[in-house]
């Protein structure tokens, strides 16, 4: 574990010295897509569904997170949640998670502080599905004052004011999941560090999340 966080250590002072404002790429809240709304689907009948990815794209995406084999119960998480919680600690946040989403639901496969609840969820109801769909980070100051989170039981039961989720690529560039942090206070911004940061370490959770061939 220790070679583990030198080497998380050396890649973040790296990252750090080569990242650039115009590279901090974030998804902005611009829709493609129209709001749908199903009460039987969600918890809460004002809480719109997440958007969809296109039904190809999506039936290999699921793929991937199979194949990857982190969904099983005997999955070795200890890398996992030391990234989580490294990126937690440098965003200043109490809450971290690797995530990945199948057809259904949301899992939490490395943690850091995620209450035991949350390691399962349905995939409309949470923040990171929407992640997936742009394919982008996506930062959100404050969920409570954004009607696609603010209904989502995570946020409203943890009290959620902060996300920041960066997307995990397979080799082939397709999204298989989400590196994110969470805070029930707002922050009003992230930095350049804290953006380098989070997409190292998401690039190292993509690379141990590599589906085996």
């Known amino acids: 574990m220790a070679d583990i966080e030198n080497h998380l250590n050396k890649e973040l002072s790296n990252a750090q010295l080569k990242t650039s404002v115009e590279a901090c790429e974030v998804s902005d809240r611009t829709r493609d897509y129209k709001y749908e709304f199903d009460a039987d689907m969600v918890a809460h009948e004002d809480l719109p569904l997440a958007p969809k990815p296109e039904a190809q794209k ?4 699921v793929e991937l997170i199979k194949s990857s084999g982190a969904l099983q119960s005997d999955y070795d998480r200890s890398a996992l949640d030391l990234i989580a919680q490294v990126a937690a600690k440098r965003l200043g946040c ?5 995530s990945m989403i199948d057809e259904q639901q949301f899992h939490a496969v490395g ?5 035991a609840e949350a390691h399962h969820l349905p995939r409309n109801e949470v923040p990171c599905m929407h992640s997936v769909y742009a394919e982008k980070p996506l930062v959100i100051k404050n969920p409570q004052r954004d009607m696609r989170f603010a209904k989502m039981p995570c ?9 920041a989720g960066f997307p995990l690529r397979a080799p082939g ?3 298989i999941g989400n590196l994110c942090t ?3 206070a707002s922050h ?4 350049t560090k804290d953006y ?4 190292t370490l998401a690039k190292l959770a993509s690379d141990l999340l590599a589906p085996s061939t």
């Open 58 to 61: 999506d039936a290999r995406r």
């Open 94 to 98: 109490p809450i971290g998670v690797v």
């Open 111 to 115: 943690n850091y502080n995620l209450p």
């Open 155 to 163: 946020v409203e039961d943890f009290g959620v004011k902060f996300y």
């Open 173 to 175: 560039g397709e999204v």
């Open 182 to 184: 969470l805070d029930g």
């Open 188 to 191: 009003n911004h992230i930095s």
């Open 196 to 199: 380098s940061t989070m997409e």
